[in-house]
């Protein structure tokens, strides 16, 4: 086993938040399910990653209940389950750990949100000598505010500003900023065609 699928924040707090019905795909936890079913048909080591603002008083507050895997996602037994308060999935984990003693040199990255924890995640693995695979299709994120626009804005008020940056196009720039440079960028319908999987 020298690969591992690291599942990033696919978790209720996400549904629970004011920004959810802006998410690029509302369906991810049937795709990221996808990936997991081909990590464990190959005897890959899979990785659950939650979120967690222990005090902040919103959906990624443990304390709220909502710090757990999406519904429809189920971690078998023995499957890690590491909490992080960074964006990257190493910085307050033990995550490198783990895969250091599990003899893994290969990470495949999905999860929420594409450009932030995802991301910082390819990103930091590759700087510490990962080769990673990023599965864009089975990643979610939602449009980006300008920076200069007014905070506590509603989504729709947020949808109707032109200089938002809508969903579509923040998964494009993460694509071309990633590939050849810290991941290789793919799809899971690539990566369920080249496994050979039984239906």
């Given at each position: 086993?020298?690969?591992?699928?690291?599942?990033?924040?696919?978790?209720?707090?996400?549904?629970?938040?004011?920004?959810?019905?802006?998410?690029?795909?509302?369906?991810?936890?049937?795709?990221?399910?996808?990936?997991?079913?081909?990590?464990?048909?190959?005897?890959?080591?899979?990785?659950?990653?939650?979120?967690?603002?222990?005090?902040?008083?919103?959906?990624?507050?443990?304390?709220?209940g909502q710090v757990r895997p999406m519904a429809g996602?189920?971690?078998?037994?023995?499957?890690?389950?590491?909490?992080k308060t960074s964006h990257n999935a190493f910085t307050?984990?033990?995550?490198?750990?783990l895969l250091t003693e599990r003899g893994v040199h290969?990470?495949?990255?999905?999860?929420?949100?594409?450009?932030?924890?995802?991301?910082?995640?390819?990103?930091?693995?590759?700087?510490?000598?990962?080769?990673?695979?990023?599965?864009?299709?089975?990643?979610?994120?939602?449009?980006?505010?300008?920076?200069?626009?007014?905070?506590?804005?509603?989504?729709?008020?947020?949808?109707?500003?032109?200089?938002?940056?809508?969903?579509?196009?923040?998964?494009?720039?993460?694509?071309?900023?990633?590939?050849?440079?810290?991941?290789?960028?793919?799809?899971?319908?690539?990566?369920?065609?080249?496994?050979?999987?039984?239906?």
């Amino acid at each position: 086993m020298n690969r591992a699928l690291i599942v990033i924040d696919v978790q209720e707090s996400f549904r629970a938040g004011p920004q959810w019905e802006a998410i690029s795909d509302p369906g991810i936890a049937g795709k990221v399910n996808r990936l997991v079913r081909l990590a464990r048909h190959a005897g890959d080591l899979v990785v659950w990653v939650l979120h967690s603002e222990p005090g902040s008083g919103g959906p990624f507050d443990p304390a709220l209940g909502q710090v757990r895997p999406m519904a429809g996602l189920e971690p078998a037994e023995g499957e890690p389950l590491i909490v992080k308060t960074s964006h990257n999935a190493f910085t307050t984990t033990n995550l490198q750990q783990l895969l250091t003693e599990r003899g893994v040199h290969e990470l495949t990255v999905c999860g929420i949100r594409t450009e932030q924890c995802v991301e910082t995640t390819a990103r930091v693995g590759s700087d510490l000598g990962y080769r990673v695979t990023f599965v864009t299709d089975a990643t979610a994120t939602g449009p980006i505010p300008h920076r200069d626009a007014p905070p506590g804005r509603g989504v729709a008020e947020m949808l109707a500003d032109p200089l938002t940056l809508p969903a579509a196009e923040v998964v494009r720039r993460t694509e071309y900023a990633l590939a050849g440079r810290f991941a290789t960028v793919t799809t899971v319908d690539r990566l369920e065609a080249g496994a050979g999987l039984p239906a």
